[in-house]
């Protein structure tokens, strides 16, 4: 019952801010803070139960029993990982918006909360038509935000990011019902069961392309190369609170959709296209890196790190081994606090100096000592400095990779070079240098406030735990990790034999 | 006792963290003895620990505060493993480091950020002792990486002058080369052999692999990739001169004494690696020998009292490297011992020099200032001997180990020792031309040196790096357990002559220089005067064209690269759809005239059309 609790008090939250508005616009952002604080508060519940059995909280109910479609959700340690992430982030993305949202705020809160109502539901979901659903529950209010709140070329970001998604979702539609049907043909019956759906068994040339609707799907959300010109304009146009929910929460959707079902459904397919998937994460590391360091709109080159950064996460998925998974579901996490903080940096700027633009700024430093310390914190956890979250997941990732692929993890490993560079010229570019006030208004340049050093000390607490004892966070997903290692194992060897 | 180790690392770290958690805003009189006091009580556990550890026999030790990160066999621990080398480490860092830090409580006592200045300092010896206590290459490398930081925030501290921010991320950047190459040995070592705890993963490497199999030779290059980045040898040199950005104190704890070595401390951990690599070994020698000729050649050209120091940093370097490629090991330590107390007495006097003359670094606007400043003057007359290796002072023992190793050597290390040897009569050149023109001679400053700055905690660390420097060389380093099968210690026998060509060369050396600067029989104008000497003077001064080349082959491909995809050449492909879509709707939007002629003849157009393509299938 508790993850449908979670996911109604979001829902609910979200009709209470949009109601209340109308008695004092300042009371959105306080119910949907509570209504956060209290999804987070009920998550602890699931760390106790952990322990007994790999799922969780189990709900199953018939929904559309004709075509085995049921209301099934369940938890696991990874799930429970990332719904915890997911509250933490929409927490500190009220934080975000509590200054910068004025206008229609009962509606920003009451998108923010649909939105990550949708994520939760992802996160939890085994039946593949519910999992669908929320899929789509996430993508309306977030296209929503962008749309309304976003910044100067708002319409245009906000759309791309719609079709993009949607257009790929249609595909990961069409392979989920494949698969249901192949369900039909195996069992003789229609289901849209995860367990079910696992022993379906679709290899050769059909399994390859079933596989690549998801797989074009999820690594679009990811975003992996060839999917991510989408990220830069969402991000860049997106309200600050929509930044921290897109990089923080929604694109660890897609890495999620590819550990939990782009891999297991087609174990033979996902081998065989391996090589490619790696190839591709190790291009968008060092692509996105690079064209990170051309740009001038902070946004956009927090955006394209954020690419580089899921190129770990794509690259430990594929070389499906403990060591690398770990190394992807850590990253996933510390990338998730990384970026919202790097994203509420810059959004914080462009509150107070309303410009983006990296060439207009420079020598902020004694302007705004607090900001510069944190900001040269969360780069250096970026750049994966040992001893934050951030190094735990690239070093595992590249070290489980490196046993799959030693050229692509070669390769990928120059990242670590580059993504020093770009960091360390963002804080050349804003922070230090001579203090030059161009083009505008500094008035309002004032340094961190007390609300927001909370939140990012949250984050750096958070970080810094993950990077000196990242064994709370790996003991968690570790049994969830085994069972998809020696489920897909299983899977490979039994097809083997049927092959002789 | 020994287990107190682990407070080593925790009280710089606990004065980091209270530099910085209060804001960088304690006032001096707190944060001073914060931060020098922080690595004050290290030094005495250091000390404690250190006496425990000898008067236990020299057993190593090993204490684990907890385990980082346990995943799939892969379970490296928050250890710290104490033997004798870590522990001459352990002494040099904690110790050189405090007088360092004391002596920048006055050296620094004007700056407006004295507390930001000692929080990096703090968390600086706080990676650098994990970095030599790690029991496991995993710690290791977070104080490897933990010392680049703080090597990045240090160069960089006055941060309102662009070239500081651009030599602070070139420090940084190119060492990440070679952290990155050292990052990819660890993938292949645990791929490999399975772990990467120092101990079990050279034990292992020594069941497995045969001497100069394949992969003992692609870890140990990989590792020698690190090493070269972190101690600034070829090719990765280029970051160290310009490094002198930062605070001379910077300078002297980081560019002199702990940091730099961090590459040479690697390569003696993991010296059993290089010796299943003969090849790769050899190749550290001759890394060695080139970097410190080289760069002797560009230190004699250098005008900068501190990018001098600096150019004879890396050429010292290039001693312990050839110390270590000729398998010397303990003398290497020995230099790296040694070098530490005369180098950084050299940084830290220059120091006291440049700000005597209001931040003049340039020695051609010095001179004659011997009777202005006393100290300095005796504490680089003490200083330089030391690094010429002037008979029985420090220097004179560890860079007569090393040369007497590399002599040892079949074959190729005669050859070895003679470029040594010519090192060393330039290194007497460049040094007492330092020497020289700032402390003789007539003064060329444009201001008239001030005061000598001093105060008991800017002279007290330099009397007793003095101290250091002259009789360092007496200190035995118990290094014979670590380096078991390495060679006897001190127990060279050569030839007379050889010892008298050793030490007669930088006494030549001196002579030349003081014939040149000194005396002025001969003239450095005459030398420079043909158009020969003027270019290889330019190519010497610019450090043999390697930031050329650098900046051709790789920065400014990069920076053109990234400069023509600044709009993602990928989103201009969903461009194109966006665009081929609006052209069809423009096409199609055309059609909708309105008029029912039109229709009714498209329409009709269409009939015959279809009707045809029926009757012709």
Known sequence: MILVTLIAVLFVGGLACWLSERFNPNLPRVIALLTLLLDFALMFSLLGAESTSTWVAVLEAPWISRFGISFYLAADGLSVLLLMLTAFLGVVAVGAAWDEVQDRSGFFYFNLLWTLAGVVGVFTALDLFLFFFFWEVMLIPMYLIIAIWGHENKNYAAMKFFIFTQVTGMMMLVSILVLAYFHYLQFGSLSFNYHDLLNVSLTGEMGMWVMLGFFISFSTKLPSMPFHSWLPDAHSQAPTAGSVVLAGVLLKTGAYGLIRFAVPFFPEASMAFAPIAMTLAAVSILYCAK?????????????????????????????????????????????????????????????????????????????????????????????????????????????????????????????????????????????????????????????????????????????????????????????????????????????????? | ??????????????????????????????????????????????????????????????????????????????????????????????????????????????????????????????????????????????????????????????????????????????????????????????????????????????????????????????????AVGKSAQLPLQTWLPDAMAGPTPISALIHAAPMVTAGVYLIARTHPLFEMAPSVQLLVALIGLVTLLLSGFTAMTQSDIKRILAYSTVSQIGYMFLGLGVGAWSAAIFHLMTHAFFKALLFLASGTVILSLHHEQNIFKMGGLRKALPVSFFSFLIGSLALTAFPFTSGYFSKDEILLGALELEGVGFWFWLGGVVGAFFTGIYTFRLFFIVFFGDSHAEHPPGKEVGGWHMNGPLILLMTLALAGGFIHVPLDDVFSHGEGYGEHHVSGLIHGIMIAVPLLGIAVSYLFFMSKTFSVDKLMASALAKKLHAFWFGGWGFDTLYNAVLVRPFLYLARVNRKDIVDSFYALVVTVSQAANGLIVKSQTGSLRWYALTVAGGLVVMVSLGATL
Request: charged share 10%; proline share 3%.
């Open chain 1, 291 to 500: 064209v990170a360091f051309a740009q001038d709109d902070i946004k956009r080159l927090i955006a394209y790190t954020s690419v580089s950064h899921m190129g770990f996460v794509t690259l430990g998925i594929y070389a499906w081994n403990e060591l690398a998974l770990q190394g992807a579901v850590m990253t996933m996490l510390a990338h998730g606090l990384s970026a919202a903080a790097l994203f509420m940096l810059a959004g914080g700027l462009q509150h107070r100096i309303h410009t983006r633009n990296m060439p207009e700024m420079g020598g902020f430093w004694p302007k705004v000592p607090k900001m510069t310390a944190v900001a040269i914190f969360f780069s250096v956890a970026a750049l994966g400095m040992p001893g934050l979250g951030n190094f735990i997941g690239e070093f595992l990732a590249l070290i489980g990779a490196f046993q799959a692929n030693v050229t692509l993890t070669v390769v990928a490993a120059f990242g670590l070079i580059l993504a020093s560079v770009y960091s360390l010229w963002v804080l050349q570019k804003v922070f230090q240098g001579e203090y030059s006030n161009r083009s505008f208004d500094d008035s309002h340049l004032t340094d961190l406030s007390r609300r927001e050093m909370l939140y990012f000390a949250a984050m750096m607490i958070g970080l810094v735990w993950m990077g000196l004892y990242p064994q709370t966070f790996l003991s968690m997903s570790e049994p969830v990790l085994a069972q998809l290692l020696s489920d897909s194992t299983q899977t490979l060897v039994t097809s083997l034999e049927g092959g002789l």
């Open chain 2, 1 to 226: 006792m020994l287990e107190l180790i682990w407070l080593l690392p925790a009280f710089p770290l606990l004065g980091f963290l209270a530099l910085v958690l209060t804001g960088g805003r304690l006032p001096m009189q707190i944060a001073g003895p914060i931060g020098a006091g922080s690595i004050g009580l290290s030094f005495a556990v250091a000390a404690l620990v250190a006496s425990e550890f000898l008067n236990s026999g020299l057993e190593s030790f090993t204490y684990e505060a907890w385990v980082w990160m346990s995943v799939g066999g892969f379970n490296p621990g928050f250890t710290f493993y104490l033997d004798g080398l870590s522990m001459v480490m352990m002494l040099i860092i904690t110790g050189v480091g405090f007088l360092i830090h004391l002596y920048a409580t006055g050296y620094m006592s004007d700056d407006p950020s004295f507390a930001r200045f000692f929080s990096y300092m703090n968390l600086f010896v706080s990676a650098m002792l994990m970095l030599v206590l790690g029991d496991n290459l995993v710690l290791l490398y977070l104080g490897w990486e933990g010392v680049g930081l703080c090597s990045y925030l240090l160069i960089g501290f006055w941060y309102t002058n662009p070239t500081n921010g651009y030599a602070a991320r070139k420090a940084f950047v190119v060492t990440r080369v070679g952290d990155t190459s050292m990052a990819i040995g660890l993938f292949l070592l645990f791929a490999q052999l399975g772990t990467l705890n120092i101990q079990d993963m050279l034990h292992a490497a020594e069941m497995q692999w045969s001497v100069g199999s394949g992969f003992a030779v692609a870890a140990s290059l990989l590792l020698l990739g690190g």
